[in-house]
Nanobody
Framework: QLKSLESGGGLVQAGGSLRLSCAAS????????AGWFRQAPGREREFVAA????????LNADSVKGRFTITRDNGKDTLYLQMNSLKPEDTAVYYC???????????????WGQGTQVTVSS
């Protein structure tokens, strides 16, 4: 059972940056596609970004294009999300996920982290 632990969330002012990390518990992480999702209070979980096991293909939500960058280091079994030019509407709990599936729908992902809170103040 692949498990992961997110870190790097926190409180930041609008326009600021944060870098989220997701450390996987298994060396098999490098075999999976991986992605980031977020969920704000009262809203459904939404797709943020995803990439294939080798990072050759990347998907980004329109709302984060040009501001967020997803990367991975399979040697460290870790997924990253660099978030720049943060906006108050980016406030949410951010989750990492992994699966054989590569896409934007959360139902396609098998393994999930516990989430990390990101709060952007105006």
């Amino acid at each position: 059972q692949l498990k992961s632990l997110e870190s790097g969330g926190g409180l930041v002012q609008a326009g600021g940056s944060l870098r989220l990390s997701c450390a996987a518990s298994e060396r098999t992480f490098g075999r999976y596609a991986a992605g980031w999702f977020r969920q704000a209070p009262g809203r459904e979980r939404e797709f943020v970004a995803a990439l294939t096991w080798n990072g050759n293909s990347v998907l980004n939500a329109d709302s984060v294009k040009g501001r967020f960058t997803i990367t991975r280091d399979n040697g460290k079994d870790t997924l990253y999300l660099q978030m720049n030019s943060l906006k108050p509407e980016d406030t949410a709990v951010y989750y990492c996920a992994a699966s054989d599936f590569f896409g934007t729908t959360p139902e396609g992902y098998e393994f999930w982290g516990q989430g990390t809170q990101v709060t952007v103040s105006s």
